[in-house]
């Protein structure tokens, strides 16, 4: 999975394929430009399960099935408000149950699935009192207890130390 420019209609998501190890691998399968910030991935199974956000602010879900000649997708997690999100992060149990977090400057927040995106629980806000969330900077984490490890880091009050590592348990 990567980023691409393939095509030269702005930032795209590109999976590449193997099934014998890595020594011969398929032709790039291109999901549509949608000029995306960041980008997130995980995997149940045979599927990938991605998040973007892009320049509007809005965090987008894709999948990808081994083998597909496409992406399935997009799904909007969250469309974009005078908050903007720029961030996305997205972390599984393995089996059946999708965590994102996503962020702009000041908040992290976070929706669960757990039909593998089929449907989403309303929202839950983990913080809104950071000064600067750096973007690029949100991940998660499934942790064996069932909860999930969200990390980003954020602008400082102090100056001697003007960035945060800040973690949370969902």
Do not use: H
């Amino acid at each position: 999975l990567e980023q691409t420019n393939s095509t030269g209609n702005g930032r795209e998501i590109a999976i590449y394929t193997s099934g014998d190890g890595g020594s011969k691998w398929s032709s790039a399968v291109v999901a549509g430009a949608t000029n995306f910030v960041t980008l997130s991935a995980t995997s149940v199974g045979d599927t990938v399960y991605a998040v973007t956000s892009n320049i509007r602010g809005n965090i987008l879900l894709w999948t990808y099935a081994y083998n597909s000649s496409s992406f399935g997708g997009p799904t909007e997690l969250i469309t974009c408000c005078s908050a903007g999100y720029n961030d996305a992060s997205i972390s599984t149990d393995g089996s059946s149950t999708l965590f994102v977090a996503y962020s702009n400057s000041t908040s992290v927040l976070s929706e669960t699935s757990t039909d593998l995106g089929t449907s989403w629980q309303s929202y839950t806000m983990i913080t809104s009192t950071e000064q600067a969330i750096q973007p690029g900077t949100l991940t998660t984490d499934y942790l064996p207890s069932g909860s999930v490890s969200v990390a980003w880091t954020a602008q400082s009050s102090t100056v001697s130390n003007p960035y945060d590592v800040v973690f949370a348990v969902v």
